[in-house]
């Protein structure tokens, strides 16, 4: 997890994947290597301040990057599990335990193993900060985002001025079309912290979406002046002016952002389908459509970028829309990647209430999908996610019923 050092070197801090801070007072170590000889080169760390003395304002701490990954040993990881179990069957309300287990799940990528050991601890202890956070994990893994949503807004009852808490669930209520709620979280979080510009940046997606274009503007225009240089904002002021319908200014914002891409369609479907379908922090579902409609329009019969401009206009719920690109997708992909546009049919079908559409569109998708034996495993990883966003959608298939239901049988 991130690595930063003290403005003065003395000291490494480290944040773990279960929001705990580890920080090594590196003075204290080097003393201890000093008296074995084996200290490092390096001159001695600053003198800290005494406590009676008043700090001056520090420089910002120095970060850290580590490139590569750790290596867990599966080994380790079987004994921690049978570690965990044994204290489980002793006692079944070991609460450390539970958020144990259900942390090695999700390290292991077993999500739906993760949940009931999670929601157990949130049942006896409702406002457990780990337990909240691996949780809501472990639903966005599983697509479930609804979940996820509900665990933030459970742990925001018990937390209510947690900022990470209030971004992620206002980035998930933007996601899940409800800007209502995403607008109450920026407000809160900006009335803290009024130079975060990510929630700034939300906040004016949100007003935009509820209709407040105006509003939206003045958050845009304070970005603008810290960063003329991110084309996403150009997008994002040329949808609030046509949305107030100054229709020739969002003209020029969104030639304004183009000319700041490269005219390589494949680089622009690239950023659009992380901003429609990546993490739930990068997605930016306007900003998808905008990049989206310029692939396609530099490549128009292109596959992929037919399929990324028919999946995020789904995200933005232009069904009718969406249902008719990814049609076209279909046509020029001609049985290639099919899934990518099948499940997003299905959905677009089901949110207009075509309910046999629906369901042909995503059985379809599944049999395609387990008939290929060499699909890349990102595609598979991909489509895994969509096919379980389709499923949280679509109802529960129904076993027909015959059709005198008291004959003997």
């Known amino acids: 997890m991130p690595l930063v050092f003290s403005f003065d070197g003395a000291e490494l801090i480290a944040r773990t994947n279960q929001r705990t801070a580890l920080v ?23 003198t800290p301040p005494r406590e009676n003395v008043a700090a001056g304002p520090h420089p910002p701490p120095l970060a850290v990057r580590v490139i590569g990954e750790v290596l ?26 539970l958020i144990q287990r259900g942390w090695l799940s999700i390290v292991q990528e077993k999500w739906r193993e993760a949940v009931p050991d999670l929601e157990r601890v949130l049942h006896s202890r409702p406002g457990d900060v780990d337990a909240a956070w691996l949780l809501g994990e472990a639903y966005e893994e599983l697509s479930d985002l609804a979940a996820a949503l509900e665990t933030y807004k459970r742990l925001l009852k018990y937390h209510l001025d947690d900022r990470d808490a209030l971004l992620e669930h206002g980035a998930l209520a933007l996601v899940l079309d409800r800007p209502d709620e ?34 939206a503007m003045t958050d845009i225009d304070v970005l603008l002046a810290k960063h003329p240089e991110q084309y996403g904002l150009y997008v994002l002021r040329g949808t609030a002016r ?34 429609a379908t990546g993490p739930i922090h990068q997605r930016d579902h306007e900003r998808a459509v905008a990049l989206a409609r310029r692939a396609v329009a530099l490549a ?5 970028s037919l399929n990324t401009l028919g999946v995020a206009l789904y995200r933005i719920g232009q069904y009718a829309e969406s249902i008719a690109v990814l049609e ?51 595609y598979r990883s991909e489509l895994t996610r969509f096919r379980t966003e389709a499923e949280n959608l679509l109802p529960q298939a ?7 239901v008291f004959a003997p049988r």
Request: glycine share 4%.
């Open 24 to 46: 090594w007072d590196l003075r204290l170590i080097r003393a201890q290597l000093a008296s074995m000889g084996l200290d490092w080169d390096a001159p001695p760390y600053p």
């Open 242 to 275: 046509e949305a107030m319908g100054e229709l020739e200014q969002a003209h020029v914002d969104q030639e304004k952002a183009i000319s700041m891409l490269p005219r390589d369609p494949d680089s622009m479907n690239g950023r659009a389908w992380l901003d």
């Open 182 to 215: 995403a607008l109450v979280d920026f407000d809160r979080v900006l009335a803290a912290d009024p130079d975060l510009d990510g929630a700034r940046y939300r906040r004016a997606r949100a007003l935009i979406r509820l209709g407040r274009p105006r509003e």
């Open 328 to 378: 076209q997708s279909r046509t020029a992909g001609n049985g290639r990647l099919e899934a990518f546009d099948l499940f997003f049919l299905a959905m677009a079908h089901q949110r207009l209430g075509h309910v046999a559409q629906a369901r042909s569109c995503f059985d379809r998708a599944v049999r395609w999908l387990e008939l290929q034996k060499n699909l890349p495993a990102q």
């Open 398 to 404: 129904v076993a027909e019923l015959p059709a005198d």
């Open 300 to 304: 128009p019969s292109d596959q992929m």
């Open 72 to 97: 867990e040993p599966a080994a380790r990881r079987a004994a921690e599990r049978a570690e965990t179990n044994r204290r489980l069957a002793a006692n079944p309300d070991d609460a450390e335990a």
